[in-house]
Every structure is written in C-alpha cells, then in structure tokens.
C-alpha cells in the first residue's frame, strides 16, 4: 500500500471528485517551484503505427489503463505492474469477463461501446503481452 | 433467466416484437436484448441496484438509424433512453430512469469536424474527451478543451447534462453553438444558423434567426442531439497557476469575498473550486488506512489527512490563462486579493507554450484519475453528489458549509464537499461517498440526501443536476408559482412527445401517458 501511495502522489497534482474541479495537495507545504508535470494521456496520436488490438485498446481502454488513469491507479494499490500492456499474467477469457462484468471499480463494458469483435482483438492483445515496445514508443 | 424489465403496458411477446423490428433496421448486431447486455448499461454507481434497468439496447451509427429508431419506438410506445456514452457515473450513467426502457447507445457516433480558424468543433454523441484530445493532438491543432474530472464520457453528453471543466470555457453548456437533434417524431431539425441551408456560420453564431432553441434541449427530453457545435480555448501563450491553502473551515467566508469581485470582473475566469481535504485523501489513499473507527472522520484523522499531504482544511487552485502581458497582470491581481485572505500556503507555478503539456486537467488534458475516489471506502465502490446553487458571497457560502457539515456528522458520513465559483453563482458540491458492499452504510444515502434537498429549500437552494433517483424530487424544489415551469415543461413535452417515447422521467418532466410514474 505504501508503494502504491508514493506512485500515486507523483502522478498527481490534482485530486477531484466528478465535474468537481480539483485542487492541488500542497505536499509538504507549499513554496518552490510548483508541481511536477504530469504524464500527457497516452492516445493514438501518440502510437499512430498502433492497428488491430493495440489501436482498439488506446482508443478504449488507455483513458483508464494509461499512467494517470483511473484503473491505472487503483491496480497500483494492489499489484507492482498496474499497466495491463505490460502485464504477462492475462488470459482472453479473464480480459473479456472483467471488461463485461465490471470488477471492482471498473464499470461493465456493453456492446454498443466495445462490440464483440472489439473486445476479442483487445482481450488477444492483452493476452499476448507484455507489449514493452509499444508501450515505449 | 432473470425478469426482464419491461415499461408500462408492454408485454414480453411485444417486446419480443420491437426487438425484431430493431434488428430489422438497424440490424442485428446493432441490437442488444441478453441478460448480460441488459446488466452491462445498469447504472455502475447506483444506491439501489434494483432500480433503472433497462429492457435492452440498440446502438445506431448514424443519424438516419437514430430516426429510424425513434420512429419504431412511436410504433410501439417504446420507451428510449439516448445516451451519448453513458459515463456521467454519480447521475446514472448509462441507465434509464424508467426501468424497462430501451438504451439508445450512441457511443459509435464519432465524426468530429473541426474549423482550426475559428476554433469551433461539431461533434457526435459518441465523441468522448479522449477522442477529441487524440484529434488535436494528431493534428496539432492549437487549442485546449475545457474538461471535467471524469473526462472518460461524450464531450456532447457532458455538455448536454451542464457538466464543468476547470478552465474559463468550464461551464460547458455555455459553449454549445448549434444541435442538431432528431424530434421525437423521426424529424430532424437544427438550431441557430444550421437551419439555413449552408450556412457557413453554423458554429460561430448561436441565435439565427427567432426564438433559440439550444438550451431546450440541455437537460431535457424534447429530442435526440445527434450533433452539438462547441466553442473552443486558444492555446495560450502562458498559463500562471497557484494552489492555495487556507488553515480553517471558517476561512471560507474570507476566500470566497477576496475572489468572488474579482470573477464578476472577469479578471480570474478559471471555474476554480473550493474543496476541503477529503478531496485529495479520497483520491490518494483509502479509509482503511486511517481509522477503522465508523461515523464522520474525527478531528484527529482530520489532522493526520493534513499533515501528511500538507493541506489546510480548504484549497483552492488557480489558473489565469492567455497572452503573457494580459495574463501577469490579472494574475497579480488575483495573487494580492489572496494574500489579503490570510493563506497557509501559496506555491505558484508557470507553464509557457512549447513547454510539455501537464496531464492535470487544467491544459486542455482529459483526466480520469479523480474517480478514484470512488474507492475511498474500498469495495465496489461509487458516488452520487448534491449540489445546490448558492450566492457568490462569503456568508452563504459558510453558513452553507457549517450546516452541511453538521448534517454529514449527524448522519455519519466522511465530508467532500466544494464551492466552485460560477460567474455570479457558486455550485456547492457535496460528494457522497460509499461502498456498494456496505449496505449499512448505503441504507444512510438516501434519507441523508433527502435531508440536504429539504434543508437547501428552505435557503431558496436549489440543485443543477442531479442522479436519476432524485429527478423528480428536485424537480419539485423548482415550484415557483403553483409549480408553473413543471407545467411548461411537461406542455411541450406533449406537444413534441405525444407517445412519450424519449427519456420519460428526465429532469423531472413525464409525458402524459406515464405521469403515474412520477416519484417523490
């Protein structure tokens, strides 16, 4: 917990709830030099050469699973690889039934949002990894 | 099989039979009627899991397979419920009001159009924050959105529901610029300058010609948006930031006099807010890791949350934007009414253009990480919000506070609350925070919230926008003159509803056939 604590706090200068714009935590007080930047969202822009599932997993899933996400963050509190394309632990199967039926915080994914066919190239994506080279692009 | 939901006065078998004529239309893989389907649009925060399931769900992909299914929903008084992308999680997210209702998913509507000389934007309902911020992005186009710290939804979705960004563009419903929405009868109409013919000004000028027709279709159940033109914010050559800090609850009244001259003078435009310390412990951290003791957090915890994030009991940031020269000089006037407010802290920062853009939601970034606080209970987590409209005055805002402050006390709850500053109003914010594992704890939401709506009316109070649970008891607040607004609302509804097909309950507002559903 106390890693995940530490992650979190880098990544954040903003804590909010909702449409709630957030404020600042002053870690340590305040003074000198404002926070450190915080990561850009990670979008297909930033992997044009992306197709198939790593396309359909940015244009979907990295909004959450990217560093600054909100599933991003909470895996963090539990496991050491919070970051699903670097993971080498995920079955199909186990991608698809935890995007349908929600888990934990995260919301049921329906089909008129991911179909099908989406969801199977994502979840095969997933499986195959880790994607370290993508993710580093 | 579970039950399957059905609306007033339809039967399985009919159901049976609106679902093929969808799959007719639309075709089949547009159409959605299993039970799984049916519990992935359920409402992923809700208080009370029995409520607002839906029948089924259609998703068209394109404007004329929206009309044709507003066009089988009149044949059989079925009704529809549109969402954009369904993510305004803490107001229902992709449920419908009405159990039994069928979902009109409109997340694969996608096309933006985008005019870089005027920095304006026509978007479909399926275009989410990340889609938009990804289009800028690939094709360096320089302008920022305003988005809202749950930024995984429809930039039209959030607009339509009046929801808020950070930025001077923060109040998003202000910025729409000309729909165009299919009627309840199939119809397709546009607002301002869309409805002459090629009009090249569709995006830049929102009245046209006559009576307005934009904001009748924010918040409410006419018709079906299926394109919203939206204002963007030019890149600024600087952004001057700072995050403030005050020690005690009562600093409220000061910070809220020393800023509120200075936003009626357009001199700070940011949709700063006001939030006290639970606000980043949420997000940060869990319950459990601070007391295992139920009720309100005590003065104790209180002072640990503090300590160790360095917070006051309230913080405040500002963003002043623009070119530099004009920019320095509003913000050094922003920085001396804080001064005069007596702040435990101030640390400033300052962002130029070329520099790399910051992920934190002030810089056109959409965000998704304060919903982490959804967690702070631990569990299936989730949260609704109450939030009145408030004066813009110190007073108010600290007599508001101290009450509902004492109220989450009495009912055991850890407070979030904010007061977020509007040009001429503030919106005080009041998070619920709860464990769906926890039904203790949630058996306390629903009394509690009927309690802060009882006790707002009596200040004159009332709230923006609210969860589907409490529609139509907010609604009811808004009763001025035997509840007449109530009575135009529902007159219109039935002129351009008459079967009562799109989003019967929405704000409060029922067609005639199903006025027997309304709530309390």
């Known amino acids: ?137 | 099989m579970a039950d399957i939901p059905l609306p007033p006065g339809l039967t399985e078998a009919r159901l049976t039979d609106v679902q093929r004529a969808f799959e007719r239309a639309l075709g089949a893989d547009k159409v959605f009627f299993t039970d799984l389907d049916r519990t992935t649009y359920e409402d992923k925060f809700a208080v009370d899991d029995a409520g607002h399931h839906p029948a089924g769900a259609v998703a068209p992909e394109s404007v004329e397979e929206v009309q044709a299914a507003v066009r089988i929903a009149n044949q059989y008084r079925m009704p529809l419920w549109p969402i954009s992308r369904g993510k305004n999680l803490g107001y229902g997210g992709s449920a419908p009001l009405l159990a039994g209702s069928v979902v009109l998913d409109m997340s694969r509507m996608k096309q933006i159009a985008f005019d870089e000389q005027m920095g304006t934007v026509l978007v479909e309902p399926g275009v989410g924050f990340y889609d938009l911020y990804d289009y800028i992005k690939a094709n360096d186009l320089p302008f920022w959105m305003s988005t809202p710290g749950n930024s995984w939804g429809s930039v039209m979705g959030n607009a339509l529901d009046r929801g808020m960004g950070y930025t001077a563009y923060g109040e998003h419903a202000k910025n729409i610029m000309g729909l165009e929405v299919v009627l309840p009868s199939g119809e397709l109409v546009r607002t301002g300058m869309g409805a002459f013919s090629d009009a090249p000004t569709w995006q830049n000028y929102g009245f046209g010609f006559g009576p307005g027709w934009d904001q009748m279709f924010v918040q409410s159940n006419f018709g079906v948006v299926t394109k919203m033109g939206l204002w963007l914010m030019q890149e600024p050559e600087v952004q001057l930031g700072m995050d403030v800090e005050w020690d005690k609850p009562e600093d409220l009244k000061a910070i809220v006099d020393a800023l509120a001259p200075l936003r009626r003078e357009r001199i700070m435009t940011s949709h700063s807010s006001i939030g006290n310390w639970l606000r980043v412990a949420s997000t940060l951290t869990t319950r459990d890791q601070w007391t295992d003791k139920p009720g309100a957090l005590g003065d104790d915890v209180i002072d640990a949350i503090r300590k160790q994030f360095g917070l006051g009991w309230w913080g405040l940031s500002i963003r002043v934007a623009g070119r530099e020269e004009v920019a320095k000089a509003q913000y050094a006037i922003v920085k001396a009414a804080v001064d005069a407010s007596d702040p435990m802290s101030i640390r400033e920062s300052t962002w130029r253009k070329g520099e790399p853009i910051r992920g934190d939601g002030w810089s056109g970034t959409p965000i998704t990480f304060p919903m982490q606080n959804a967690n702070w209970y631990g569990g299936r987590g989730g949260h609704i919000g109450f939030s009145p409209i408030i004066p813009q005055d110190g007073t108010a805002a600290l007599e508001q506070f101290q009450r509902t402050y004492a109220r989450y006390k009495e009912y055991g709850m850890d407070y979030q609350g904010s007061f977020v500053f509007g040009e001429r109003h503030m919106i005080n914010v009041n998070a619920m925070l709860f464990s769906q594992d926890d039904p203790e704890h949630l058996a306390k939401i629903d009394p509690f919230f009927r309690q802060l709506v009882a006790d707002a009316k009596e200040q004159g109070y009332g709230e923006y926008r609210t969860h589907l649970d409490y529609m139509d008891l907010v609604a009811g607040t808004y009763d001025w003159n035997g509840d007449a607004l109530r009575k135009l609302n529902e007159t219109v509804k039935d002129a351009l509803d008459p079967n009562g097909i799109i989003a019967p309950g929405k704000s409060g507002i029922w067609p005639s056939r199903l006025r027997g559903e309304r709530g309390a």
């Open chain 1, 1 to 137: 917990m106390r890693r995940a604590l530490v992650l979190s706090a880098a990544l954040l200068a903003l804590a909010g709830c909702g449409d709630a714009p957030p404020q600042a935590p002053a870690e340590g007080g305040g003074g000198g030099g404002g926070p450190p930047p915080m990561p850009e969202p990670v979008t297909l822009a930033d992997r044009p050469d992306a197709t198939g599932g790593e396309a359909l997993y940015l244009e979907k899933c990295a909004m959450c699973h990217a560093p600054n996400g909100m599933g991003y963050g909470l895996l963090g509190r539990r496991l050491d690889q919070p970051n699903l394309e670097l993971r080498d632990d995920l079955t199909a199967d186990y991608v698809t039934t935890a995007a349908r039926m929600g888990i934990g915080n995260m919301p049921a994914i329906p089909r008129g949002e991911v179909s099908d066919a989406q969801m199977k190239q994502i979840a095969d994506y997933l499986a195959a990894g880790p994607h370290p080279g993508e993710v580093g692009k």
